[in-house]
């Protein structure tokens, strides 16, 4: 997303009072002339009290990328104020602020980390704030994780392996949905195919059911005991668990997946079709 700073600050000018855009560019000119660090964190606060949160907002902007993530993630004017603030400072100073960014991370309220979370890839230098979106992977609080994860790009861009399986395996044992993740099926990996399939058989064993959604990584590692789970899903008189198994065999690059798939016309003739997607999996 190009220009997102100046992008930004046309939002401000169109849904702010005048007065209010005129006082956050004035204290940004002082705190990047005079590298002020007390002047960050003073107007940082004070944002809260200039931009109400309830105010409802005019997009039309020329980047159309962002106002698509903006509309996506229901920005609003206090938060976009904020990001305007930290990515005005990154730019100018970028050796300077970033530790004085870190902090404001580091003390932020569940709310205020919300907001950084979600619109952290909009910041200059994004993956030096990598800690912050790793760091949610632990918590318990359901908003902050669906901050990091929720048609959110940052992990896909910036996560390693190891954390994007993380994030995925904690959005399952948090029922959370597993719909809102963005590039899901380009992060797919050898391990998540494995961790999958061990937590499906942990699953079974306990007589619990599985989000049939949950298997969508697994389509290109299709072989050995995945083979077997996908056999199980396909006999299964779950109708949603036949139509995630006949997914994964249709995306796959196996030629056992592809065959196994053969066994079951009608749902090859609706993956042809393009009347069975993941998007409709559960229509």
């Known amino acids: 997303m190009k220009n997102t700073k100046t992008q930004l600050l046309q939002i401000i000018q169109k849904n702010a ?12 000119i002082k705190i990047v002339t005079e590298t002020s660090t007390k002047d960050l964190y003073l107007t940082y606060s004070l944002i809260a009290s200039k931009f109400k949160l309830g105010d409802s907002l005019e997009l039309n902007i020329d980047a159309v990328e962002l106002q698509s993530y903006l509309e996506l993630q229901k920005a609003n004017l ?20 970033k530790d004085k960014v870190a902090n404001i991370i580091q003390v932020a ?15 200059p230098n994004a993956e030096d704030f990598k800690f912050v979106a790793v760091d949610a992977l632990r918590t318990n609080i359901a908003t902050v994780f669906d901050a990091i994860y929720v048609h959110n790009p940052y992990p896909a861009l910036y996560f ?19 719909t809102m993740f963005h590039s899901i099926d380009s992060k797919a990996n050898k391990d998540l195919a494995r961790i999958i399939s061990d937590y499906a058989h942990e699953r079974w064993a306990a007589g619990r059911a599985i989000n049939p959604y949950f298997w969508r ?11 077997d789970d996908m056999q199980r899903l396909l006999k299964s008189k779950n109708k949603e668990e036949n139509k995630a198994a006949a997914l994964c065999c249709y995306n796959s690059n196996k030629v056992e997946a592809q065959k196994m798939l053969e066994q079951y016309p009608s ?8 009347k069975l997607t993941w998007d409709t999996l559960k229509d």
Request: proline share 2%; charged share 25%; net charge negative.
């Open 17 to 28: 009072a005048e007065e209010h855009t005129e006082w956050l560019q004035s204290k940004i």
């Open 78 to 97: 206090q938060q976009i104020a904020r990001i305007y603030l930290l990515t005005s400072v990154l730019e100018s100073n970028p050796e300077f602020f």
């Open 109 to 123: 309220d569940t709310g205020e980390l919300e907001t950084f979370l979600k619109f952290l890839v909009l910041l």
């Open 160 to 178: 390693d392996d190891q954390q994007w399986n993380q994030m995925f395996l904690k959005a399952a044992f948090m029922d959370r949905d597993l």
């Open 217 to 227: 990584p697994v389509s290109n590692y299709i072989e050995g005991v995945l083979a």
């Open 267 to 274: 749902l090859l003739q609706q993956l042809k079709e393009n």
